[in-house]
Nanobody
Framework: QVQLVESGGGLVQAGGSLRLSCATS????????MGWYRQAPGKQRELVAH???????DYAESVKGRFTISRDNTKNTVYLQMNSLKPEDTAVYYC?????????????WGQGTQVTVSS
């Protein structure tokens, strides 16, 4: 099993910044790709940013230039630095981890953290 614990959400004014963290714990799984998704009310969950184990990144067009994903493999932790936040960034943000064991890959999700951007 892999547990993901998120932190760092909250309420911020437009133009402000927040930093999300997601720590994973596992004794037998190798954590490969990690990512952040978000889901706004009435909308589908969407990918925000993804990072591979070696640090290659991918971003949704709507957050490019404003958000930065990073990770610390020694701590199995992924971060999302969010700058220049907009009201449309308001959503529940979920951490995702791709965990590998014995040649099989499993996806795990965090519980979600609320990000609210006021105008």
């Amino acid at each position: 099993q892999v547990q993901l614990v998120e932190s760092g959400g909250g309420l911020v004014q437009a133009g402000g910044s927040l930093r999300l963290s997601c720590a994973t714990s596992s004794s037998i799984f190798r954590i490969n790709g990690m990512g952040w998704y978000r889901q706004a009310p009435g909308k589908q969950r969407e990918l925000v940013a993804h990072i591979t184990r070696v640090g290659s990144t991918d971003y949704a067009e709507s957050v490019k230039g404003r958000f930065t994903i990073s990770r610390d493999n020694t701590k199995n932790t992924v971060y999302l630095q969010m700058n220049s936040l907009k009201p449309e960034d308001t959503a529940v943000y979920y951490c995702n981890a791709e965990a590998e064991s014995l040649g099989l890959t499993y996806k795990y999700w965090g519980q979600g953290t609320q990000v609210t951007v006021s105008s």
